[in-house]
């Protein structure tokens, strides 16, 4: 059993300390226990489906309906390291934890049971992503939305080459008319992608950490866009600041509010993409949040907020 205080704090507030102990419980745990049965694989989706993010919903507005892939990031599943190019600052401000997978010991507990199916069972993985991805682009035609697809919600997995079925199809070219779409830190990934060497329709963005800026600056040459976690505020509780689209630059590029919603295919080109810190983000002393009054500023919009 989790230790009642997890239960009892709300997941905004929970401690780094509290965060790890969750993140070391889970993989101490589960790394014990055997694969599960394949008739009963401990959740209930693959896919999470659309409505049930409060980010990605924010999508809705411009008519797309997404659905995410949440598997335990890092080593916390005990079987598999699934955030290869993950640093200390991002381990540690992850958002695994985060939401209900803070306080919910479900959630976490079915991102590792993802996990293991993907490890240990990858044909019926596979079955299972398929058809969940059927499901989800027949909702979004009833719906009349366009259908996208996040495969690396809290993970960092090259899925343009993993093949799923018999056909020798990648999810992107089994599914064409899906657009799918992903964070990651993988500067190799990224720099593929920024040259037009990815699939059409799988975008990446670039995640800078405490340890990766020289990567940053490669990938915005290439015309590639990055995402940066920015100290915007010293509010201790959820907020309503926002980062101001265009008011600040960031290694000599503009940076736009990527909190609006979470479809990175459809920002501009060659940008930083900010997102506001949040939860154990707020407290971050590693060098991975970046403090936005370092950035330069690119209009009076950033001084009036």
Not at 267 to 279: F, I, Y
């Amino acid at each position: 059993m989790l230790p009642i205080v997890l239960v009892m704090q709300s997941p905004n507030t929970l401690r780094h300390s509290t965060r790890a102990k969750v993140l070391a419980w889970c993989s101490a745990r589960n790394a014990k226990r055997p694969v599960h049965r394949l008739s009963t694989p401990g959740f209930t989706t693959l896919l999470t489906p659309d409505g049930y993010s409060p980010k990605t919903d924010k999508g809705h507005v411009r008519n797309v309906a997404t659905a995410i892939l949440y598997l335990a990031p890092a080593n916390a599943s005990g079987v598999a390291n699934t955030c290869a190019d993950a640093s200390d600052g991002c381990t540690s401000v992850c958002l695994y934890a985060a939401g209900r997978g803070g306080f919910d010991p479900l959630v976490p507990a079915a991102r590792i049971a993802r996990t293991k199916y993907l490890k240990f069972a990858r044909h019926l993985f596979n079955q299972r992503l398929i058809a969940d991805t059927n499901a989800h682009r027949a909702k979004a035609g009833r719906n009349g939305m366009h259908c996208a697809e996040r495969l690396n919600g809290t993970s960092d997995l090259p899925w343009e080459n993993f093949v799923v079925d018999a056909d020798g199809h990648t999810m992107m070219t089994r599914f064409p008319d899906v657009q799918f779409y992903d964070y990651t830190k993988s500067a190799r990934r990224a720099l593929k992608h920024a040259r037009g060497e990815f699939p059409a329709n799988y975008h990446l963005t670039f995640s800078r950490s405490e340890v990766n800026e020289a990567q940053c600056r490669e990938v915005l040459a290439a015309g590639g866009s990055i995402a940066v976690v920015f100290k915007i505020c010293d509010c201790k509780r959820a907020c309503k600041h926002e980062i101001p689209d265009g008011a600040y630059t960031y290694l000599g590029r503009p940076v736009i509010n990527g909190d609006h919603d979470d479809l990175r295919f459809l920002d501009p080109r060659n940008v930083v993409v900010g997102l506001k810190a949040k939860g154990p983000a707020k407290s971050d002393t590693s060098g991975f949040v970046v403090d936005i009054a370092d950035c330069e500023l690119q209009s009076e919009l950033a001084r009036a907020a």
